[in-house]
């Protein structure tokens, strides 16, 4: 018998909740939906990746192929969607800015028709600056990986860092 007390609870975001939870909007919002937000632990985003996204019409045409930072900046909204939550924190116009990002790898292209998942983990936090450790597959398949820092910034806080 599972009690409350042990049940791991996790959570679900659709397009309309993580416009609540994060500030970026189209054509920078790079998530379209996010399951398994097992607060101050780990989340999963998705993006459904077409050929309308944007970036194609000149990465590259004949070949398209979603730019490896991009799928860096998915794992990070989605790093968002997870932090606010945990933070709980909705509808508070909040700011997410990079701190770093290190051991970045890219291990295949990612293109139209794929669904990218974006795995991320907490591996540490300390008031609003957190640690992530972040995996982005399509059908299983690791197409990249990077660990990153963050910080949680009110808009009209004007000691706010790094690059959002």
Request: net charge positive; charged share 30%.
């Amino acid at each position: 018998m599972t009690s409350e007390a042990t049940e791991t609870k996790t959570g679900v975001a659709d397009l309309a909740r993580i416009k609540r939870l994060i500030p970026h909007r189209d054509p920078f919002l790079l998530i379209d939906r996010v399951e398994q937000i097992r607060k101050n632990e780990s989340v999963i985003g998705i993006k459904n990746v077409t050929i309308d996204e944007p970036y194609f019409r000149g990465h590259f045409p004949a070949e398209p192929v979603m730019p490896g930072v991009l799928i860096v900046e998915a794992m990070a909204q989605t790093a968002g969607v997870l932090v606010v939550e945990t933070l709980e924190m909705i509808d508070q116009d909040l700011l997410v800015y990079f701190m770093t990002i290190d051991n970045c790898r890219f291990r295949s292209k990612v293109g139209p028709g794929d669904v990218l998942e974006l795995h991320v983990r907490v591996t540490r936090s300390r008031g609003r600056v957190f640690r992530f450790a972040g995996l982005a597959k399509v059908a299983g398949k690791l197409v990249a990986e990077a660990k990153f820092s963050a910080m949680i910034v009110d808009k009209d806080d004007k000691r706010r860092g790094g690059s959002g």
